[in-house]
């Protein structure tokens, strides 16, 4: 699964938003997404994310949230 498709299904799984460290944490935890040089998602690489999807992805009020 791609670092979008996986930060989208850990907002799925929690509404209201999490932070960059909570989708980080829930994506190694779950192995929905694995680096090619197998270290684990930061949440520098969350954040990175996001900001490249802002059709996807708003940030507010600390949290991630998923724009529908």
């Keep these: 699964m791609s670092l ?3 930060i989208t ?3 799925v799984q ?3 938003g999490l932070t960059t460290d909570q989708i980080a944490e829930q994506i190694n935890r779950n ?5 090619k040089d197998g270290n684990l998602v930061t949440s520098a690489q ?4 996001i900001m490249r999807y802002p059709q996807q992805f708003c940030k507010a ?3 991630i949230m998923l724009l529908m």
């Design 61 to 63: 009020e600390g949290r």
């Design 31 to 35: 192995h929905w997404h694995v680096r």
């Design 4 to 6: 979008p498709e996986a």
């Design 14 to 16: 929690r509404n209201g």
């Design 46 to 49: 969350v954040y990175a994310t």
């Design 9 to 11: 299904y850990a907002l």
